[in-house]
């Protein structure tokens, strides 16, 4: 957080001042309330809490520190829509998908928190859907219209073989660029993959083109580990074998993150984590409005108690 007048903070020393004069008046025995009968003046003194008898000035004297606070006129960073993002949702619809180790099964679960992802995202936002199994499909068209990316990702179908290499370069391609090649704005790929390339180009030799386009590359990787020791063979041989490596050195080397999704939960999370980074972009607002109602409230809390406690006999 900063200050755009951050000298006003030095009223902030006439605080403790302020206190010292209320202590001394407090050790001093001013009374605080008005006797208008001395023969009945010991009822003056009914006992009370002390911190009831104290709370009326703490809550002025907190008031009186947030009002000086928004008077040095705070700022704090805060994530905004990015109006120039794009973002491309690229999903592996290779046949091993149709495993289960992630109930109901992997396809399933990509499908739906990759809906959900795209529901999460700022309106603002162009996103753009890529699938792949033994070839890459450019499925929507970066768009406004997030709706129809949640309609397409629904009607997705399983195909042979595994090509990384291709989506990560239809992604690419999906993007809107400049006369020199380079995206319009911040642009970012989410890759889910569970499986291993057997098809097309090897995704590490696109990787420096990703880099020099200045693409973020987020990876997910969907699935069970591999366990050689697991009874049943099919989870263990075939569909467990996700190229963990190579997707965690794609996010890597683009600034992007990696995600090893084990269960529907795990999956959830990551686009989750994705989300509350993905098509934002931080911006320094000032919030000097929240400090002044605050202290608003504070000073009309601490006039309504010490109008409360005042008592007249």
Same mark, same amino acid.
């Given at each position: 957080?900063?200050?755009?007048?951050?000298?006003?903070?030095?009223?902030?020393?006439?605080?403790?001042?302020?206190?010292?004069?209320?202590?001394?008046?407090?050790?001093?025995?001013?009374?605080?309330?008005?006797?208008?009968?001395?023969?009945?003046?010991?009822?003056?003194?009914?006992?009370?809490?002390?911190?009831?008898?104290?709370?009326?000035?703490?809550?002025?004297?907190?008031?009186?520190?947030?009002?000086?606070?928004?008077?040095?006129?705070?700022?704090?960073?805060?994530?905004?829509?990015?109006?120039?993002?794009?973002?491309?949702?690229?999903?592996?619809?290779?046949?091993?998908?149709?495993?289960?180790?992630?109930?109901?099964?992997?396809?399933?679960?990509?499908?739906?928190?990759?809906?959900?992802?795209?529901?999460?995202?700022?309106?603002?936002?162009?996103?753009?859907?890529?699938?792949?199994?033994?070839?890459?499909?450019?499925?929507?068209?970066?768009?406004?219209?997030?709706?129809?990316?949640? +309609?397409?990702?629904? !009607?997705?179908?399983? %195909?042979?073989? $595994?090509?990384?290499?291709?989506?990560?370069? /239809? =992604?690419?391609? &999906?993007?809107?660029?400049?006369?020199?090649?380079?995206?319009?704005?911040?642009?970012?790929?989410?890759?889910?993959?569970?499986?291993?390339?057997?098809?097309?180009?090897?995704?590490?030799?696109?990787?420096?083109?990703?880099?020099?386009?200045?693409?973020?590359?987020?990876?997910?990787?969907?699935?069970?580990?591999?366990?050689?020791?697991?009874?049943?063979?099919?989870?263990?041989?075939?569909?467990?074998?996700? +190229?963990?490596?190579? !997707?965690?050195?794609? %996010?890597?080397? $683009?600034?992007?993150?990696?995600?090893?999704? /084990? =269960?529907?939960? &795990?999956?959830?999370?990551?686009?989750?984590?994705?989300?509350?980074?993905?098509?934002?972009?931080?911006?320094?607002?000032?919030?000097?409005?929240?400090?002044?109602?605050?202290?608003?409230?504070?000073?009309?809390?601490?006039?309504?108690?010490?109008?409360?406690?005042?008592?007249?006999?």
């Amino acid at each position: 957080m900063g200050f755009q007048f951050p000298l006003l903070l030095w009223l902030l020393l006439l605080i403790p001042l302020l206190v010292w004069v209320y202590w001394r008046r407090v050790q001093r025995g001013d009374a605080s309330a008005h006797v208008l009968y001395p023969n009945l003046a010991q009822l003056a003194g009914i006992a009370e809490p002390r911190w009831k008898r104290h709370l009326s000035a703490l809550l002025y004297g907190l008031a009186l520190v947030l009002a000086i606070v928004a008077l040095a006129r705070p700022q704090a960073t805060i994530p905004a829509p990015d109006n120039m993002a794009t973002v491309i949702v690229t999903l592996d619809i290779s046949l091993s998908m149709r495993a289960q180790d992630v109930e109901p099964s992997r396809i399933e679960v990509a499908k739906r928190e990759a809906q959900n992802f795209v529901r999460a995202l700022p309106d603002s936002a162009k996103v753009g859907l890529v699938s792949f199994a033994g070839y890459a499909t450019l499925e929507v068209e970066p768009t406004t219209d997030h709706q129809r990316v949640i +309609d397409q990702i629904e !009607l997705l179908q399983l %195909a042979r073989r $595994t090509a990384i290499g291709d989506g990560l370069l /239809e =992604s690419l391609k &999906a993007i809107p660029k400049d006369d020199q090649g380079k995206p319009l704005g911040p642009s970012t790929v989410v890759l889910l993959s569970d499986g291993r390339t057997n098809s097309g180009v090897d995704p590490l030799e696109v990787t420096p083109f990703v880099k020099d386009m200045g693409v973020v590359v987020h990876t997910i990787g969907l699935g069970r580990r591999s366990n050689p020791n697991d009874p049943d063979p099919q989870w263990g041989s075939y569909w467990m074998q996700f +190229d963990e490596e190579t !997707l965690r050195a794609i %996010a890597d080397s $683009t600034g992007g993150q990696y995600y090893a999704a /084990e =269960s529907a939960e &795990a999956l959830r999370q990551a686009y989750r984590n994705l989300g509350r980074v993905v098509g934002w972009k931080p911006q320094r607002t000032e919030v000097s409005g929240v400090f002044g109602l605050a202290a608003g409230l504070l000073l009309a809390s601490s006039l309504l108690i010490s109008n409360l406690r005042r008592r007249v006999i």
